[in-house]
Antibody, heavy 119, light 106 residues
Framework: QVQLVQSGSELKKPGASVKVSCKAS????????MNWVRQAPGQGLEWMGW????????TYAQGFTGQFVFSLDTSVSTSYLQISSLKAEDTAVYYC????????????WGQGTMVTVSS | EVVVTQSPATLSVSPGERVTFSCRAS??????LAWYQQKLGQAPRLLMY???TRAAGIPARFSGSGSGTEFTLTISSLQSEDSAVYYC?????????FGQGTKVEI
């Protein structure tokens, strides 16, 4: 069965970095794009961008450039989200979600990773 | 970017009732619209894609309709387990955008 399993919760100090992982199983990793979605506490869903799992090419939504980096390790079917220079407003749950093509809905989601930024 | 607007923000309903959610896009998204259900403390789950196609395992009481800029999600007979926030999302254009959600209270 399809699974996207994300790494556990993180507590970081302002200015630190964090790397969230999303390990895929139950399907051919390179056949699906991987998206990243942010949900701040009590707020809605915000699309951060996606990464082409064939080429490794990332695309970032406006507001998610510079500080955020998507990457892959196809040998272990895993996508990564790295966030640098963390600020309190980066506190959120971060989800990975796969899509089967450019104009496809997000059919499976990871369980989410809570990143808390606090001094 | 395509702005997606959902209404109402909150619905208070009783089990067995018929419920309808509205989703409006600021420009046409054709039928490239999805609905997701997010229960408290859980990840979103795909309910509907292509505006009107149920995702695998979704009960038949959920139905979707619309195209272009106006869309609806209907639950024909609300069950207690349907308490959640429902989001619509357009995937016709970049960036992908979500509505702000409709919370269903039972």
């Amino acid at each position: 069965q399809v699974q996207l399993v994300q790494s556990g919760s993180e507590l970081k100090k302002p200015g630190a970095s964090v790397k969230v992982s999303c390990k895929a199983s139950g399907y051919t990793f390179k056949s699906y794009a991987m998206n990243w979605v942010r949900q701040a506490p009590g707020q809605g869903l915000e699309w951060m961008g996606w990464i082409n799992t064939n080429t490794g090419t990332p695309t970032y939504a406006q507001g998610f450039t510079g500080q955020f980096v998507f990457s892959l390790d196809t040998s272990v079917s895993t996508s990564y989200l790295q966030i640098s220079s963390l600020k309190a407003e980066d506190t959120a749950v971060y989800y990975c979600a796969r899509a089967s093509g450019p104009k496809r809905a997000f059919d499976f989601w990871g369980q989410g990773t809570m990143v808390t930024v606090s001094s | 970017e395509v702005v997606v607007t959902q209404s109402p923000a909150t619905l208070s309903v009783s089990p067995g009732e018929r419920v309808t959610f509205s989703c409006r896009a600021s420009e046409t998204v054709n039928s490239n619209l999805a609905w997701y259900q997010q229960k408290l403390g859980q990840a979103p789950r795909l309910l509907m894609y292509g505006a009107s196609t149920r995702a695998a395992g979704i009960p038949a009481r959920f139905s979707g309709s619309g195209s272009g800029t106006e869309f609806t999600l209907t639950i024909s007979s609300l069950q207690s387990e349907d308490s959640a926030v429902y989001y619509c999302q357009q995937y016709n254009d970049w960036p992908r955008t979500f509505g702000q959600g409709t919370k269903v209270e039972i």
